[in-house]
């Protein structure tokens, strides 16, 4: 036999593919034909491949390849695959366990250099409080309703930590609120700065005006966040203006500074309680959806890698009926997991695209007072959800809400009670 045969049988396609275990195992066996360049194949079933053959056949090395396709599709694996699977799954074992090592580790560090301030609890995560005598209007209001879930955790540690954090997901999944009721706990000052056409880059660095004849400089909202140590959030960060992304570039690196060139070249260093956050909704994971938000921008994978990104969906249907349970306490659990699964059916509508406006919670919480107050379904949806809404999005809606077998007397009734 030649070296090049040789190289064939070591390194080649021959040895034995199989799936299945027992009397339902099947197999095929590959080896080299007596014809040059050829091989033979031979199939079968049982616990070994030395039982009756019910296929028998020669192939060149095209049709060969072609039948190791199917058969990897098919789930057949030759016995080197087994062994190449095994050293894997030991593989993945050991890094699990020095994973796990390295974040016990990491949790003893921080807990060591951790230093004895107030804290308090927001989902899994202790939180520090905002130093003491720091008291603001800004600080957001304290929603004893909301609901923190273990999607939250991660953000929360990467707040403690000052990363830069990015929220994207539609409108109305409770991406700016989560911030906001995170900030009420821990006694944070909040500004906003909505980029949909709101703020222009002077609103958001600041400009020269007159005031009583003399020219002053004022800051705007990203300067006096840096200095104050409020929490900044800029709201639809997707449609700002490039000169808005350029300076934001900066401030996004580890202790970033401001450079104000219109000051003099002025640098604003960051106060220690400063934090910048983001929302988006047609950003990284999000831009298949970028149609459905027109005017939207695209960020880049380098804008995007200064940020940490969390993907931000609605609430379930069983977190949205407790929000809504504890935000309503007259409302009875039925009712509730009705209304969850309304607004539910009403998003997964938007993400088809045959309802051009999305559902936030706001929203179903505003339904579900105003049929508290008023005992009527439909009334209370006049207000609520179809006059904000297109006459084709309002009449499938309204066909959503009676596909959940809704009627004015049912829910007028159980809501009473």
């Known amino acids: 036999m030649n070296t090049q045969v040789l190289a064939v049988q070591n390194d080649g396609p021959e040895g034995v593919y199989t799936r299945g275990s027992g009397a339902a195992r099947e197999w095929w066996r590959v080896s080299l034909s007596e014809r040059a360049h050829m091989f033979r194949i031979e199939h079968g079933h049982g616990s070994d491949a030395q039982g009756t053959v019910d296929i028998d056949t020669v192939v060149d090395l095209d049709n060969l ?8 599709r098919e789930g057949f694996v030759s016995g080197a695959g087994r062994e190449d699977e095994a050293r894997a799954v030991e593989a993945g074992s050991r890094f699990a366990v020095e994973l796990e090592r390295a974040v016990a580790l990491g949790r003893t560090a921080r807990e060591a250099d951790r230093p004895d301030i107030a804290r308090v609890r927001i989902g899994a995560i202790e939180m520090p409080l905002a130093p003491e005598g720091t008291v603001s209007a800004l600080v957001p209001r304290i929603n004893d309703a909301y609901l923190f879930t273990a999607r939250t955790d991660d953000i929360a540690l990467d707040i403690v930590e000052n990363r830069r954090v990015m929220l994207i997901g539609h409108t109305g999944s409770g991406k700016t609120s989560f911030i906001e009721q995170v900030a009420a706990r821990t006694g944070h000052g909040v500004l906003r700065a909505n980029m949909n056409g709101q703020t222009t880059i002077g609103d958001f660095v600041g400009f020269w005006t007159v005031k009583g004849g003399e020219t002053v400089w004022v800051d705007g909202v990203l300067p006096v966040a840096m200095r104050e140590g409020y929490w900044l959030i800029i709201d639809e960060l997707d449609f700002a203006e490039p000169s808005i992304l350029a300076v934001l570039t900066a401030v996004l690196e580890p202790n970033g500074r401001l450079l104000l ?98 559902f936030s919670t706001r929203r179903l919480i505003d339904w579900a007072e105003l049929m508290l107050r008023t005992g009527d379904v439909e009334r209370a949806a006049g207000p ?29 009734a159980g809501a009473s009670e």
């Open 65 to 72: 390849e072609a039948k190791l396709l199917k058969w990897r």
């Open 261 to 358: 060139k219109e000051r003099g070249n002025e640098i604003v260093a960051p106060h220690p309680s400063f934090r910048l956050f983001a929302t988006a909704n047609a950003a990284g994971a999000m831009s298949a959806y970028r149609h459905l938000y027109q005017g939207a921008n695209l960020l880049n994978e380098a804008f995007l890698d200064r940020w940490r990104v969390y993907l931000f969906d609605y609430l379930s249907k069983e977190e949205e009926t407790e929000v809504l349970l504890r935000t309503l306490p007259l409302l009875t659990p039925a009712i509730a997991q009705t209304l969850a699964a309304i607004a539910a059916d009403c998003r997964a509508a938007f993400a088809r695209e045959d309802l051009a406006s999305a």
């Open 384 to 412: 609520a959800i179809y006059a904000k809404v297109s006459a084709e999005d309002a009449a499938l809606i309204r066909s959503i809400i009676r596909h959940h077998a809704i009627s004015d007397a049912g829910a007028g």
